[in-house]
């Protein structure tokens, strides 16, 4: 490897490197000098990964709970703030 070359095996001339018939042929064999990016997620995927939190649960517990005693407006602004909650999250 080149940290374990003499400095004068590793500094020389630039002119002197990969023949353009040599550079040619590993790019064909080893392909482009570059990394390979993670797979992007979907708009739809981010917002359904904010709902999987523990506060989210409960307040959909809550959600619930207030729908079956008849509080439909408070059932209503807690959806309202789990939603706002996720897309901003986004």
Do not use: C, H
């Not at 550079?23 to 997620?41: C, E, H, I, Q, V």
Request: no cysteine; aromatic share 6%; hydrophobic share 50%.
């Amino acid at each position: 490897m080149w940290f374990s070359k003499s400095q004068n095996e590793v500094l020389v001339d630039s002119s002197v490197g990969l023949s353009e018939s040599e550079a040619k042929a590993r790019l064909d064999k080893y392909g482009l000098n570059k990394l390979k990016g993670k797979p992007k997620k979907s708009i739809l995927t981010l917002f359904l990964s904010q709902l999987k939190d523990m506060l989210i649960y409960v307040l959909l517990a809550a959600t619930i709970i207030t729908l079956i005693i008849g509080e439909i407006a408070d059932s209503v602004i807690i959806l309202l703030v789990i939603i706002l909650n996720a897309v901003i999250g986004v």
